[in-house]
């Protein structure tokens, strides 16, 4: 089975800190992605990396940054963590050829920034 | 951008009936995908339907897909306790792009 790992299940920060998400898949996807769950909002796509070191922009990118240094793992960056980046964060990956591969996620970290 | 819509935003039935969600889209699709997330939980794939496919099955799951009307729905036939949760449609128009609803709440009474 597919694994896909989000290092903390919950995390609380402070306004201004700077956050690390980790993300950590054991199937060798070369896709990852990084996406924000809010209520009535659905999911939002925040950046996706399809190759080691190669990364796009997604719907929400602005206040994040990410990382792909390895391929089974990547990183999502708040540089400076604000209140209304409070949410439930959501990795996931799939292989490239990505048309018909459903995307398997990891258990998510919720966020609180205070 | 948010591509799906779901219908209706919460259900709530007793145990053995049929559960029925939709899902509408705006664009052509490639691919129409039905994921469900159980409270505090990530996502799990349920079933992919192409957009050349009306109708396929998996075990208690019922998914339709009409392209003309850009919309899909997602039958859960005698509906059991444990299937509470939420139900997302996510449409594929590219190959990195996966577009999530925000999803129907699904509540079935023991």
């Known amino acids: 089975d597919v694994k896909v790992t989000q290092s903390s299940r919950y995390l609380v920060k402070r306004t201004g800190e700077k956050v690390f998400l980790e993300c950590v898949q054991d199937m060798d996807h070369e896709n990852m992605f990084w996406y924000r769950q809010d209520p009535g909002l659905g999911l939002r796509l925040i950046y996706f990396?399809?190759?080691?070191?190669?990364?796009e922009k997604g719907d929400i990118p602005e206040g994040y940054s990410v990382s792909r240094e390895k391929k089974e793992r990547f990183s999502l960056i708040l540089e400076s963590a604000s209140t209304n980046q409070t949410s439930m964060y959501l990795c996931a990956s799939n292989y490239v050829d990505s048309l018909y591969q459903p995307q398997h996620f990891g258990d998510g970290t919720r966020l609180s920034i205070l | 951008s948010q591509q799906g819509e779901e219908d209706p935003q919460a259900l709530s039935i007793q145990e053995g009936e049929n559960a029925t969600m939709n899902c509408s889209y705006k664009t052509s699709i490639n691919n129409l995908q039905w994921y469900r997330q159980n409270s505090g939980r990530g996502l799990v794939h349920l079933i992919l339907i192409r957009s050349n496919e009306r109708e396929k099955h998996s075990g208690r799951l019922r998914v339709t897909l009409d392209t003309s009307k850009k919309s899909s729905s997602l039958l859960i036939t005698a509906s059991r306790a444990a299937d509470t949760a939420s139900y997302f449609c996510?449409?594929?128009?590219?190959?990195?792009?996966?577009?999530f609803g925000t999803g129907t709440r699904l509540t079935v009474i023991p």
């Open positions: 990396s399809y190759d080691v070191k190669m990364k």
């Open positions: 996510a449409t594929v128009t590219g190959a990195n792009n996966l577009f």
